[in-house]
């Protein structure tokens, strides 16, 4: 819908994909610069080395839009979802069903401050903390996962499990931030054979995922429609094409 948008609006649309790697990311950007783009549309693998990329930008003159995850610099327009919402409705699915009990946090990137931040402001909104506070809650381990991959959350889980095994620790249920990290979460428990299954959250709406919300293997998916927020960066690309200000 990005593409539609702008190229609807007589604008045209070229797209890389660094496949979860930071320095394609920047070479990508680099490769853009060189063949002329007005604007740039960026969804930075790690918003804390995007620094260069956001450099030769502003040397060229080139005006950049964070799309979907923040890049702290003032002078990028940042276009988003309410993603600390999305986590506080993740909470609040899993709150449904355990009010409280042992609880594992699958959090993301520890580079986009999505998951470091935004998501799980919006879990300490749905009473995360205030649970831990009062003792409702007790956290049996809170994880990273790099890149958001699925196979390293699945990775994660699994070690998670057997140490909770060990000290004879049953995990009650797993906030895990999106989907990709719910799918190894899934993983990891059916390869463990855990039981009883506990209640996992994710976010994106993602086939496979939904497929495990049908089968009982993901508790809560929230969707963000990501076609109404192509539409939007679209939309703002073309304006900045035509000189209007980022402020406006």
């Known amino acids: 819908n990005m593409e539609k948008t702008i190229v609807d609006g007589g604008g045209t649309f070229t797209d890389f994909d660094a496949d979860l790697d930071t320095q394609q990311q920047l070479t990508d950007v680099e490769t853009l610069i060189n063949q002329g783009i007005d604007v740039l549309v960026l969804l930075p693998q790690d918003s804390s080395v995007v620094g260069p990329a956001l450099e030769a930008a502003a040397a060229a003159d080139i005006p950049v839009i964070a799309y979907d ?42 580079g986009d401050p999505n998951a470091s931040t935004f ?7 749905a009473g995360l903390q205030d649970k831990i506070d009062s003792g409702e809650i007790t ?3 809170d994880q990273f996962t790099d890149a958001w991959d699925t196979e390293t959350a699945q ?30 979460v899934a993983a990891a428990l059916q390869a463990k054979n855990y039981d009883p299954y506990p209640p996992v959250s994710g976010q994106d ?11 009982g293997l993901q508790h809560i998916d929230i969707w963000k429609n990501s076609n109404e927020l192509g539409k939007v960066a679209g939309a703002a690309a073309l304006q900045l094409c035509e000189g209007v200000e980022m402020a406006d």
């Open 69 to 110: 995850r923040l890049v702290e610099d003032p002078n990028v327009l940042y276009i988003t979802f309410d993603n600390i919402g999305v986590g506080r409705a993740e909470a609040e699915g899993l709150f449904e069903v355990v009010p409280e009990g042992n609880y594992v946090l699958i959090k993301g990137d520890p």
């Open 119 to 125: 998501l799980p402001i919006g879990w300490d909104e």
């Open 139 to 141: 956290i049996v381990a």
């Open 155 to 184: 990775n994660n889980m699994e070690a998670i499990i057997d140490a909770a095994n060990a000290d004879g620790v049953q995990i009650d249920a797993v906030l895990a931030e999106n989907d990709s990290t719910a799918l190894g």
């Open 205 to 215: 709406g993602d086939p496979a995922n939904l497929n495990n919300v049908a089968k």
